[in-house]
């Protein structure tokens, strides 16, 4: 783990805040590549503001979520990865993409920094609240950090909502249905605190999931304002 004032090794990587050229060419690409096992269907488009910082923030199944994702929208979604993913092979492939690492189980300063500059360049910053993948079982309780990142930016957390992408290849030839769905954009008031952030995220993003994917955010406690 590194601090504010330490040096760190990313710091010597090149990192995008557009859409580069590789970007371009190489989303079309795979975008017709997943309609051959996907039948995709997005809502609430009309909640995703089309410039500007903001942050989406969605359920997490699959290490496929990111690319139904990226296909709903119409500006770059910047994600933290998994710093595993960064090998020699996918790191400057991914980096072009717009992808950085982060070291998950220990609080990753760099990492926060780096998500707070895709704010400050005004792009889109693409977070998973719960941390790592819910395989299915239903949300998990979230960290504060997305939360965070809004406050500290003062910009909108737009709730993203993924379904159907477990079902990737499970009945092929079939195609999956997976479903995005964009739910009315969360605004920091003045008195919110990460947690309370959080708590309204959360609660929102399970109002958008089927029941049986709503975890621990199911129930809304009596008394909740949201």
Known sequence: MTNSTSFDPRDKKTFVFHATTLRKIALPIVRAAFSTVMEF????????????????????????????????LPRPIFYMGKAELFNFILDPLIRNLGAFPVYRGEKDEWAMRHA?????HRQTLGMFPEGTRSKGKGLNVAKTGTARLALD??????????VGTDMFFKKFPRRAKVTIKLLPPILPKPNDTPLSLTDRLMFALASGLPAEMRGVYAEVPKGFGG
């Open 41 to 72: 269907n997005l809502e609430g488009l009309e909640n995703y503001p089309l410039d500007g910082a903001v942050v989406i923030a969605a359920n997490h199944v699959t290490n496929f979520d990111v690319f139904p994702m990226q296909f709903a």
């Open 116 to 120: 707070a500059k895709v704010l400050a």
């Open 153 to 162: 930016a003062n910009c909108p957390i737009i709730p993203m909502a993924v």
